[in-house]
């Protein structure tokens, strides 16, 4: 077996709330893998967003340790922790979050501006992800002249351009349909499975689980279910195809 890219230790978070102390996190121990898809799932108030803003380095544990690739984030400083992310970690969130005055081009190679990475060779690598989510007739536009379905596809491209070890997404087809939601969680898998990524994705929706290779369920802020899945993402990777958008005009029907 392989060594796993993402290892919690005795992981606890525990907020200050007036006089009170409210335990978000309560011992986790987790092992994730190289390419595994991972679903931490639970209702509101479990944790689970807590887990993945430590995971990804976005809080620091009140006990524990996060070690990603041998290397533990949880002693990071700031500075070191946001190169860091740079470097390692894609984030594609339930918003989409796309800076709404620039195009899809923009936004998309955007992670490659703070890599100091030329302007030709960001262009390049942005159109080459836009082409493989659907998505090479929508890069002069702006987010609001696009579909949910198709700005979550830019978020989605985002998040793969600069080839990160790790993605994480947090309700990543939460504001979107049934039927885009199997598109873009087809096309999320599709994209680790070719590029040997690991996705850790928190959703409350048993239905996203489906897609993971692996689902650990938070309860009260502990683990209290960790099992291995067969992902449906084959057969609907197969199914849902993106297919190239090349429509000039304004946002399609979803």
């Known amino acids: ?26 011992k ?57 992310r740079q470097k390692n970690i894609g984030f594609i969130f339930q918003s989409y979050n796309l800076l709404p005055n620039i195009t ?14 030329s302007k030709k060779k960001r262009e390049k690598a942005a159109k080459k992800i836009l082409n493989e989510v659907g998505l090479s007739g929508r890069m002069a536009h702006k987010p609001s002249q696009m579909s949910g ?34 598109e873009v969680m087809s096309m999320m898998i599709r994209l680790v499975r070719e590029h040997n990524q690991t996705l850790v994705l928190v959703t409350h929706d048993p239905e996203l689980a489906k897609y993971a290779d692996r ?15 067969e992902s449906i993402a084959d057969s609907k990777i197969k199914e849902a195809q993106p297919q190239e958008d090349t429509a000039k005009g304004g946002p399609e029907t979803e």
């Open 149 to 182: 379905g198709q700005q979550q596809r830019v978020g989605i491209a985002r998040a793969f351009v600069a080839s990160p070890k790790i993605i994480f997404a947090d309700e990543p087809t939460g504001n979107l349909d049934s039927k885009t939601t199997i």
């Open 104 to 117: 899809a081009l923009e936004n998309v190679s955007l992670p490659l501006v703070f890599r100091g990475v």
């Open 215 to 229: 689902i650990v369920t938070l309860f009260d802020g502990n683990v209290v279910s960790d099992k291995e899945n």
């Open 1 to 26: 077996m392989p060594e796993p890219i993402i290892k919690v230790k005795d992981l606890r978070k525990v907020y200050r709330v007036g006089m009170e102390q409210v335990v978000a996190l309560d």
């Open 28 to 84: 986790i121990n987790l092992d994730i893998l190289p390419g595994e898809v991972c679903c931490i799932v639970g209702t509101s108030g479990s944790g689970k967003s807590t887990l993945l803003n430590q995971l990804a380095g976005l809080e620091k544990p009140t006990k524990g340790a996060v070690v990603i690739g041998g290397r533990n984030i949880s002693r990071f400083s700031e500075n070191k922790l946001a190169k860091f």
